[in-house]
């Protein structure tokens, strides 16, 4: 996607071996580039999330673990290197993967030859991240093609998202955004609706951002607004992300997803979560039940983030000072309220039987 | 209601004549009270929101043209005080209603008696709207009991409320939050889930604040979180304020407030909404069509002001420079999801039947 009018990936290698990175911790207020040159760079950039995003912080690990390779390619740098990085945001399921993948391919081959394989594989985890967010693009804009249709292609077909599952989040086009992507430079006329997101204001700062500069219009409102703009007709669909999605296609996403597919239930606006085949969990089945949900910092919810006047940033305290916060991160949306399911194979129901029509394989796995 | 352990209402009048206000547009982060001397002191306080809340606007209204009267009793001091005082907030209905009252009862006096008549008046519609909250918090205390009842007496009340109904936007109680007060004294373990409410974070400003002053535990939420909470059981039941209700029973009030209301259907958590009488628009039915929505100023939702590390208050931006927002500062909870309207005359249905159940002198009225 584009910064500044040029297409960027999130994160990218530079021919002497040092990885680049968008330093996402400073957005929307500046856009800084950061290098990452060694093992103990990347693990600083997943925990203090420069890199956020489960697609993306799987391939700064996978990043990592080359870099590690190119200071010392033993097997006990190998060792290290895995267990620093999963050290660093313990319960995000790419990252855990990517380490394994890693791990798995270089373990076998003389350290000679790990450094160039380690590298190689990380690139081809980063394409083979925007081939399958190129197809949820491709899928999703069906969805966006039959709202334009309905609407008999007059005015503009309205999108309401929450937090960023965008480029930002992924290596190239995002998941949620990427079908608005797609719809883009097919001409169709569109406008988002950015939820601000709170309490850690993804759509208000990464979302707002990475739509401004691909130029898409868009108009950020406060989460409690979405329901009051499909009560009076303002939004054709939504499209939001996903964490988790269980076997029989319940949602864990960013807080506050669910209150918005309960609105656009009682206001019949389709509801879609895009999601990457990996991010099923083919083991679970009740989303409400067995997904646990991460109680964060509760100064996410007492102080904000934001730029003053003078154009520094700073934090500011929103609450009395002893008045208590409670911060849930996730809730479940259950899959009767979905829509449907954006996968790189296609849209299907958010359903045991949905899932299992585009992804036979997982029959087996499923059953439990 | 208390303010550091002492007894407070939140405007009155000293011996001299002088108006004592809390500045609210400090709060949570500083404590100051304010002295109106003149009708230009009263209409900026209501205008800048120093005091807001509707019943707290009329009474501010009906002590800004007794500070008329003190200065200047004549006839055309008596217009000039209304139109001065109506310009503020032009769509408050209490306000136009507490101004009507007091030229209907000062115009036909002679000058001399005005001041003194119109203090007078004014203290009284205070004790009045105080009279008409305590009687809300003795009916909605019905609604906390019944639930009480329903845990068999064990563990914690727990109420969700959305922005700030409480005492700050009255005389003294508030309405949301009257029956929360009048549980407190009866000894009910009450727990309040405080909503932020944003754009303006009424809720983590004055609720929070009110409710700690007062020694109630409570804990301050993002807006998101709500439906969450309902899903795992941690609310008993919602409790808001409203704006405006219709003869039918569809409730206006602060945007979010139908989001939480669709959770607490979707997960059988009872839903009051505590509103005085003269909040009830007996001419309109379809809240969803008939009341307009006021659109706000999108800085609301770009900016945010809070409390830097060094104490002082400033505001900060939270969106990219370019991004456009929306503000709708209401929405309309229809009448389906409202498990009782709390009045000052008791509980009843969120309904035409109801409504006139409790006041059938308005049956002509309610007949157009």
Redesign the interface.
Known sequence: MNVAGKPMRTIWAEADGGVDIIDQTLL??EFVTVTLATLADAAHAIKSMQVRGAPLIGAAAAYGMALAMRDDASDAMLARAADTLLATRPTAVNLRWAIEEMRRLLSPLPPAQRAARAYARAAEICDEDVAINRAIGEAGFGAIETAWRKKGRRGRIDVLTHCNAGWLATVDWGTALAPIYRAQETGIPLHV??D????R?QG??LT??E??EQGVP????????????M??GKVDLCIVGTDRTTASGDVAN???T???A??AY?NKVPFYVALPSPTIDWTISDG?REIP?EERDPRE?????????DGS????????E???????A???TPARLVTGLITERGICAASREGLLSLFPERREAARA
């Open positions: 929307p207020h609706w950015v601000e997101t709170r309490p204001n208000a700062s707002a951002w739509l401004r868009h108009t950020v409102i406060a989460d409690n607004a979405g329901g009051h703009l009560q009076h960013k807080i506050g669910y209150l918005k309960l609105a009682d409400m949900i919810v007492t102080e904000i983030a934001g730029r003053l006047p940033v700073a934090r500011v305290r929103l609450t009395p002893d008045s208590p916060a409670a911060n849930p996730f809730d479940v």
